[in-house]
């Protein structure tokens, strides 16, 4: 039976939700579940608003999102098979790094089995599926799935399927394309003799497809073209060049200095650590200085356990997750505490890992500035491995409206000429407001202020029958006003 007052906060964390606002959306979410801990509905949209924010957001709380659409797949929830799918997906969804090709088709697999739920997922699962599959060597399977989903019209899903078809007889051709229908699949691959959960697969192989990597030249272009951060820039530039020619003169038999690529970012939070570390990890890759180059962001919670044993064991999980990349720990300092604390454990296990794998794996530690020094003076180890610091500074005003903008240009969206002067007066008040407060200005706030001005522009279109689509793109006065009494006369 519905519980009425569960749904009511399930809708209020849709609205949320589809305004972007995912910690708002989160508590609806977790408030529903209070009321109805059997919905898998509720648990889907608490584990997609938490998948938002590592994507969007680049936040940490993957295992978050993992828990609650797992939860939610038990359920017999197709959205949630779907998204776990991605998740799991060697190419999909980046900033997770847990990729496993079986999990992923197992959950492609049971979002095609529950697809009376919700089927506007069903044709990209499908043909992700097929590829998949294609890639494991299952090529009848692939063949089978890929069709269907051409039948949907997903992208590229026919000329997957023209792939697989070319290494069919004609009979499996012919039983492949008699499949009208998904419900027909079961019956389908029994003609084909094969068995989905068999994960032997078939003897015809295709090569896996590379996982698609950014060039050097457009990380480069994207560090780049981050708003401020121009000391930060050179020191990045400095490390690049360091690496590409210590990496040569390896190559070439010349004797080359061991030179520690762990870095300490140092700097208020919404400066810009995570961002560019990302950056950082893929520009190591094209260099050849790691093999991999994916980073995995952590913090205290995701490395140290309650008992003696687990913390080694729980970090040397994550080390192993970003072995050929980048492990970022932000707010590092936190690790150490007086008392009897297992966050020491933590560091002995990372810096046995650095000495290990050094030519593979580098540890980026970040925080606030003066902690952070108390956080390396707190063990030796750490700071004869942590000697090359960069410091974020604050935004500037000037900076901080930058950003605005660009936020803006990447979500479709144009400012009116008096909306501008309401934005740049904003944000000179909230620099001049921190300076005197001596706090810090920084990316988050403007991120705040850009989704109140999509939530106010909403809420003043709502309003009209018909909007345009310059009503739709525009950002007016009232949007961005923070007092809600300023009126818009501007076109």
Known sequence: MLNNKAEEYNKSGIQAFNSKQYDQAIQYFKKAIELDGESGVYYYNLGNAYCRKVIEFHENCQEESITFLTHSARLKNANACYILGNIYHPRLYPAYSSKDSRKAMEYYRKNIDYRNQDARYLGTALNNLGCLCGENGRIKEAACYTWLASKKNVLKAKDNYDTYRQLLDEESIRIVESTLDVSQLPETLARLNINPEDSAGTATTLPPKETEKESLEHLLDKLNKLVGLSGVKKEVESLINLARVTKLRKERGMKSTSV????????????????VARLLSGIYREIGVLSKGQLVEI???????????QTAMKTQEKINQAMGGILFIDEAYTLVREGNDFGQEAIDTLLKAMEDHRDDFIVIVAGYPELMEQFLDSNPGLRSRFNKFIMFEDYSAEELYKIFLSMCDGSGYKLTSSAKKVVI???QDYYDEHAKNGTSSNGRAVRNYFENAIINQANRLARKDNPTDRALTQLTVQDVAPDPDLSDNDH
Do not use: C, E, M
């Open 299 to 309: 913090d205290r919670a995701g490395l140290v356990a309650g008992y003696v044993g």
């Open 425 to 427: 007066q904003y944000f």
């Open 260 to 275: 520690s690529l762990h870095l300490v970012f140092t700097g208020n939070p919404g400066t810009g650590k995570t961002t």
